[in-house]
T-cell receptor
């Protein structure tokens, strides 16, 4: 079983709509959780960390469910510039560089 | 912008050859890790270095090796290249007490 599982999509989203996707992780001892954004042929960039209480950054909301071992990301009022691959990332230790990535959710925002 | 630079950005090698990829991190970033990202996949952890010593390794064979230098630069070496080694190789660094990991722009390796 892979450490982090994501449905790659693509998710075709009309501009202005809301899109949400989850990922699941297998290591119950995982400590740190993130969403990274990766544009085509570019490096991953941190979108947001994910906290147990859930957190929001503008149009982006992340949730963590430790009991069910899944993480979610919701994007409201989608913009064309949101088109990218969103990578779910888990780390077993706080402050450790060893990150486990999912395959990514490919989002295509359509005008 | 991230303070992590990689070279070369693109290269083509022949099967069986050896390659060295380089990474330069921000001053004070003592921890560096390398990832391999094949097309359509998420990055896979290769190994991590802390203060010039390897302190973590993913599921990669010994022909993948690395070095970290006192000047916050590092190298990834791959011997006996195989076609499946074709991928984007990413260097990531973190320093101090921060939890943010910064990626370089990567090196695209094509093995023919």
């Amino acid at each position: 079983r892979k450490e982090v599982e994501q449905d790659p999509g693509p998710f075709n989203v009309p501009e202005g709509a809301t899109v949400a996707f989850n990922c699941t992780y297998s290591n119950s001892a995982s400590q740190s959780f993130f969403w990274y954004r990766q544009d085509c042929r570019k490096e991953p960039k941190l979108l947001m960390s994910v906290y147990s209480s859930g957190n929001e950054d503008g149009r982006f909301t992340a949730q963590l469910n430790r009991a069910s071992q899944y993480i979610s990301l919701l994007i409201r009022d989608s913009k064309l510039s949101d088109s990218a691959t969103y990578l779910c990332v888990v780390s077993a230790y706080y402050g450790n560089n060893r990150l486990a990535f999912g395959k990514g959710n490919q989002v295509v925002v359509i005008p | 912008e991230t303070g992590v630079t990689q070279s070369p950005t693109h290269l083509i090698k022949t099967r069986g050859q050896q390659v060295t990829l380089r990474c330069s991190s921000q001053s004070g970033h003592n921890t560096v890790s390398w990832y391999q990202q094949a097309l359509g996949q998420g990055p896979q952890f290769i190994f991590q270095y802390y203060r010039e010593e390897e302190n973590g390794r993913g599921n990669f064979p010994p022909r993948f090796s690395g070095l970290q230098f006192p000047n916050y630069s590092s190298e990834l070496n791959v011997n006996a290249l195989e076609l499946d080694d074709s991928a984007l190789y990413l260097c990531a660094s973190r320093g101090g007490t921060g939890n943010t990991i910064y990626f370089g722009e990567g090196s695209w390796l094509t093995v023919v």
